[in-house]
């Protein structure tokens, strides 16, 4: 007899990121693959709000990225959103805010794999 654990999905707020635990390991999937799965300003929210929840859970172990389809991992940031920019302002706060979500994450404790 196997004892097999359902994967429970977590609701960000978009289909754009489908975030699952399953016994110790918490699965987030990047789930653009018709754009490469290249981030919107969404997702970077959500994926910080995900990796503050596997840090939150002492019963989370490792946390596994990775990305929809057989293209790319992940593209990097969708541009598309750049049109929204009027002034040089907008691209340094962008910057910014980037630097400190990228440090935030990294500086969790919950091991992460990036994963097919």
């Known amino acids: 007899m196997t004892n097999t654990i ?4 977590i609701d960000l707020g978009t289909d754009d990121l489908i975030f699952e635990i399953e016994g110790a390991v918490a699965w987030l999937t990047f789930n653009r693959p018709q754009a490469r799965n290249a981030m919107t300003w969404a997702m970077y ?16 172990r490792i946390f596994v990225l990775r990305g929809a389809g057989d293209r790319a991992f992940v593209a990097g940031t969708d ?8 002034t040089p302002d907008d691209m340094c706060y962008l910057s910014e805010d980037f630097r400190e979500g990228v440090s935030a994450f990294l500086e969790k404790r919950t091991p992460l794999w990036k994963g097919r």
Request: net charge negative; aromatic share 10%; charged share 40%.
């Open 45 to 60: 929210e959500d994926l910080y709000a995900a990796c503050d929840r596997v840090d939150a859970d002492e019963a989370i």
């Open 6 to 9: 359902e994967p429970k999905r």
């Open 79 to 86: 541009i598309s959103q750049f049109q929204g920019f009027k």
